[in-house]
C-alpha cells in the first residue's frame, strides 16, 4: 500500500468536506438577510437527528398572482413547470416578510432583483380545498429542514409556534441557507 | 500464519453455503484434513516430507474473538458518534464539532494505515478503515445538520458511499468495500423512491463501472453478492413505479442471465451466479403461481420490447461459439423462460405455473446430482416441498385437478428415476464387461 495515495484519498475525503462546508458558509458569508413565513411540523432523520420540517408561503405560488414571463398560456403550466424542474422565484419585500412575486424558468427574466432558486414539486388546479381557475405551483428551495437539539423539534409544533418566521440568507446566484427561526411575535 | 478477521469469517460462511465441497480452503474443512493428513503418514502411505508439503498448504487459522471484537467495536463506535452529532448538542459550538470529526477522520486514517500497512496488524488496521468510513459519513451528516441542508439528502450517502468507495479502490480491502456497496444500495433505495426513474442510468454505471469491478478486484463473494442484489433492486424500483407488470418477466430473465453467466467460464463466482439466478427464478414463479389473473396485457408495448430482448439474448448466446459446451442448458432455460411467459401471458391456467416449476426443480435437482453439488441438490430439494405444499393448498384450482397433476407428476418421476436407475446400471455394465 503505497502511503502517498493513501493520505491522498483521506485529504480528497477532507477536500470534500471543507469544500461542503465551504459552499453552504458563502451563502451565508455573502447573502441578503430575508424572512419567510412558515408552518412548522417535526420529524426525525436517521443521520443527522431532529429537525423542524418548514413550508413556506413563498413555495406555494398561484400562478394568477405573480407573474410568469416566460409563459403565456397557463394552460400549458403543467408540462411547461414539469416536477423536479429548476425554477427562478423572485421576492418582493412585503410588510414584515418576502412573498414570491414572479417565476421564471429564465434566470435573466429576475433582472436585478433579489430571487431564489427552487424546483417543482408538483402543479395543481386546486389550493386550500378548492378548485381553482389558474393553477397553483408548489416549489422547495432547500432550505425546508431547520435541525435543532435533541427533544426540542416538538416545541415548534405547538400553537404558539402559529406564525414562526425563518431568517435566510440569500446569495446572488439564487442559492439560499437558513440563519435562524424567529418566534411570533418577535 | 494467517490472521483472519471476523469479515473473513462471513465470507467463510457464505462460502460454505455456495461452495460446499467443491474447493477452496476452507477452514473447518482444514483441521479435518490435517487430521487425515496425520493418519496417512502414520500409516505410512505418505512420506515426512509429503505431509510438511500437505499441511503447509492447509494452514491452520485462527479464530479469536480478539480478531472479532475490534470489528464489532468499530461499528459501534462508528454509530455512536454518527448519533453523538445526531443528537446536535448546543453545549459545543459549531466550529469545535467540526474540528473534532475533521481531526477524528485523520487521526482514525492515521492509526489505520500505522496499523494495517506498517506493522501488519490486520484486523485492527481494518477495523479502523472501517471506522474511518464511517466518520466520513457522520462528517457529511454533520455538515448537512449546521447548514440545515434538507433532510431528503440521498446525495448525502452517495457522496459517503463514493468516499468510502474511494478508499476500497486504493486500499483493496474487503471490510471497506462492503460498507461502500451497501452505502450504495442504500443510495439507490432512497433516490429511487422518490425520483422514480424510468431507467436508473446513474446508479447503473456506478454498479457496473466501480462496484462490480471493485469487488472482483478484491475477491469478495459478499461483495459480488451485494452488487447482484443491488442490481436486481435497481430494476425492480425503476419499473415497479413505471411498468409493474413486467416484473416477474424482468425478474426470471435477470435470473437467467446470472445462471447463463455463472455456467460460462465464470472463474471464481460462477456457482454464486448460479445460484442467485437459480433462486430468483425459481422464487419469481413460486411467487407469481399466487397471482391467478395476471396478465401482461397492460403494459403489451415494453412487454413486447422485452420479450424481443430476451429472444435476441438467448438467439446471441446460442448461436455464440464460447456457449456451444452449455448450449443444452441454455435451450432448457430458453424453454422454461418460454414457458413462464405463456403462463403470464395468456392467464393460462393455474396448474400450468406448477408444471413449469416442476420441470425447473427437477432441472435442478438432475443438474446437481450430475455435478455432485449438493448445494445444488438441496435447492432442488426445498423449492420441490415448497411447491408441492403451494400446490396442495392453491385454492385456485379444483381438487379433481390437482389431484390429476400430482398423480401424473408423480408416475412421472417415478418413471423416470426408473429409467436413470436402468441407464446407469447399463453403463456400469458395460464398463464391467470391458474390464473382464
Do not use: E, H, V
Given at each position: 500500500m503505497n502511503k502517498k495515495t493513501f493520505y491522498l484519498v483521506v485529504s480528497l475525503q477532507a477536500l470534500f468536506l471543507v469544500g461542503m462546508i465551504l459552499i453552504n458558509q458563502s451563502i451565508l458569508w455573502c447573502g441578503q438577510e430575508v424572512i419567510l413565513e412558515t408552518e412548522p411540523i417535526d420529524p426525525y432523520s436517521l443521520f443527522s437527528g431532529e429537525y423542524v420540517s418548514l413550508r413556506y408561503k413563498a413555495a406555494h405560488i398561484p400562478l394568477d398572482k405573480v407573474q410568469h414571463p416566460d409563459l403565456n398560456d397557463t394552460n400549458r403550466a403543467a408540462e411547461h413547470y414539469a416536477r423536479g424542474s429548476r425554477v427562478f422565484v423572485q421576492l418582493e419585500k412585503q410588510g414584515d416578510a418576502w412573498q414570491a412575486v414572479k417565476i421564471s424558468?429564465?434566470?435573466?427574466?429576475?433582472?436585478n432583483n433579489l430571487y431564489m432558486t427552487a424546483r417543482v414539486d408538483w402543479i395543481r388546479h386546486w389550493s386550500e380545498g378548492k378548485k381553482t381557475e389558474v393553477p397553483h405551483i408548489w416549489v422547495h428551495y432547500g432550505i425546508e429542514s431547520y435541525y435543532t437539539p435533541e427533544g426540542t423539534a416538538r416545541n415548534y409544533e405547538r400553537m404558539e409556534m402559529r406564525g414562526l418566521k425563518v431568517k435566510v440568507a440569500v446569495d446572488s446566484y439564487g442559492r439560499s441557507k437558513i440563519i435562524g427561526l424567529i418566534p411570533p411575535n418577535k | 500464519m494467517e490472521k483472519r478477521t471476523i469479515y473473513s469469517y462471513i465470507e467463510y460462511y457464505y462460502y460454505r453455503i455456495?461452495?460446499?465441497?467443491?474447493?477452496?480452503?476452507?477452514i473447518s474443512q482444514n483441521s479435518r484434513i490435517k487430521k487425515e493428513i496425520e493418519l496417512w503418514r502414520s500409516e505410512g502411505l505418505i512420506s515426512p516430507e509429503q505431509t510438511q508439503l500437505l499441511s503447509s498448504r492447509y494452514p491452520e487459522t485462527e479464530f479469536r474473538a480478539t480478531s472479532i471484537l475490534p470489528m464489532l467495536g468499530a461499528i459501534l463506535l462508528g454509530v455512536g458518534i454518527i448519533l453523538f452529532f445526531a443528537?446536535?448538542?448546543?453545549?459545543?459550538p459549531v466550529a469545535i464539532k467540526l474540528i473534532l470529526i475533521l481531526s477524528a477522520l485523520f487521526t482514525c486514517h492515521y492509526f489505520a494505515y500505522k496499523y494495517r500497512y506498517e506493522k501488519n496488524n490486520v484486523w485492527l488496521g481494518n477495523s479502523l478503515l472501517l471506522l474511518g468510513g464511517i466518520l466520513f459519513g457522520a462528517a457529511i451528516f454533520l455538515i448537512a445538520q449546521i447548514y440545515n441542508i434538507n433532510a431528503y439528502y440521498p446525495n448525502g450517502i452517495l457522496f459517503w458511499g463514493l468516499g468510502v468507495m474511494l478508499m476500497a479502490w486504493v486500499t483493496g480491502e474487503r471490510s471497506v468495500t462492503v460498507l461502500s456497496i451497501l452505502l450504495l444500495l442504500a443510495w439507490t433505495v432512497s433516490d429511487c423512491s422518490k425520483t422514480h426513474p424510468l431507467i436508473p442510468w446513474m446508479h447503473l454505471l456506478i454498479l457496473f463501472l466501480l462496484a462490480f469491478p471493485l469487488a472482483y478486484r478484491v475477491r469478495s463473494a459478499i461483495a459480488v453478492f451485494l452488487c447482484q442484489v443491488w442490481l436486481v433492486i435497481a430494476l425492480l424500483m425503476s419499473i415497479s413505479s413505471n411498468y409493474e407488470d413486467i416484473i416477474p418477466l424482468v425478474m426470471i430473465f435477470l435470473g437467467s442471465a446470472f445462471y447463463l453467466r455463472g455456467r460460462h467460464d465464470e472463474e471464481l463466482y460462477g456457482l454464486l451466479y448460479v445460484a442467485t439466478g437459480m433462486i430468483m427464478v425459481l422464487t419469481t414463479m413460486l411467487i407469481f403461481s399466487?397471482?391467478?389473473?395476471?396478465?401482461l396485457l397492460y403494459v403489451i408495448t415494453p412487454a413486447i420490447v422485452l420479450l424481443g430482448a430476451m429472444l435476441v439474448g438467448f438467439i446471441t448466446v446460442l448461436l455464440l461459439p464460447s456457449y456451444r459446451h452449455i448450449r443444452m442448458e441454455i435451450a432448457a432455460v430458453g424453454l422454461i423462460n418460454l414457458m413462464f411467459i405463456s403462463y403470464l401471458t395468456f392467464a393460462?391456467?393455474?396448474?400450468f405455473i406448477y408444471f413449469v416449476l416442476f420441470v425447473a426443480i427437477v432441472l435442478v435437482i438432475l443438474q446437481g446430482a450430475g455435478q455432485h453439488n449438493r448445494f445444488m441438490l438441496n435447492l432442488g430439494l426445498v423449492f420441490f416441498y415448497v411447491t408441492v405444499l403451494r400446490g396442495y393448498f392453491d385454492y385456485a384450482s379444483r381438487y379433481m385437478d390437482r389431484s390429476l397433476f400430482f398423480i401424473i407428476g408423480g408416475i412421472i418421476l417415478l418413471l423416470m428415476g426408473w429409467w436413470l436407475n436402468r441407464q446407469r446400471y447399463k453403463i456400469v455394465s458395460a464398463w464391467r464387461d470391458a474390464h473382464e
Open positions: 424558468k429564465q434566470r435573466k427574466d429576475m433582472g | 455456495c461452495y460446499d465441497g467443491t474447493g477452496g480452503t476452507i443528537a446536535n448538542w448546543p453545549i459545543i399466487l397471482f391467478s389473473d395476471w396478465d393460462l391456467p393455474n396448474l
